[in-house]
């Protein structure tokens, strides 16, 4: 089985910055064969994808955080990041981090909640205006 655990959520101003960290447990085997995502849901809108990373490194981001929100991958810890900076309020919600173990070489980590095998608990992020 794996756990993920995110940290890192809080209360800021618009333009403030954060740094999400999404720590996996538990059956981590070649964690550096994993795609790895993280997704937000706000209120009243569906869980939709912020930024996802491949096997490779490769990133994707929503063009809503592009420029802005930075996903990386640390193998060694088995840690996945998100750097948030220019916060807007409507950047606010809840956070996810998900997994999928076993990612094919070359293959894309896409930004859709049903291709992911794990998920965290979340951590809340608010953004004040």
């Known amino acids: 089985q794996v756990q993920l655990v995110e940290s890192g959520g809080g209360s800021v101003q618009a333009g403030g910055s954060l740094r999400l960290s999404c720590v996996a447990s538990g059956y981590t085997y070649i964690y550096s064969s994993w795609c790895m995502g993280w997704f937000r849901h706000a209120p009243g809108k569906e869980r939709e994808g912020v930024a996802t990373?491949?096997?490779?490194?490769?990133?994707s981001s929503a063009d809503s955080v592009k420029g802005r929100f930075t996903i990386s991958k640390d193998n060694a810890k088995r840690t996945l990041y998100l750097q948030m900076s220019s916060l807007k309020p409507e950047d606010t919600g809840m956070y996810y981090c998900a997994a999928r173990p076993g990612c094919g070489a070359g293959e894309y980590a896409p930004m859709d909640v049903h291709w992911y095998n794990y998920w965290g608990q979340g951590t809340q992020v608010t953004v004040s205006s």
């Open positions: 990373i491949d096997r490779s490194g490769r990133t």
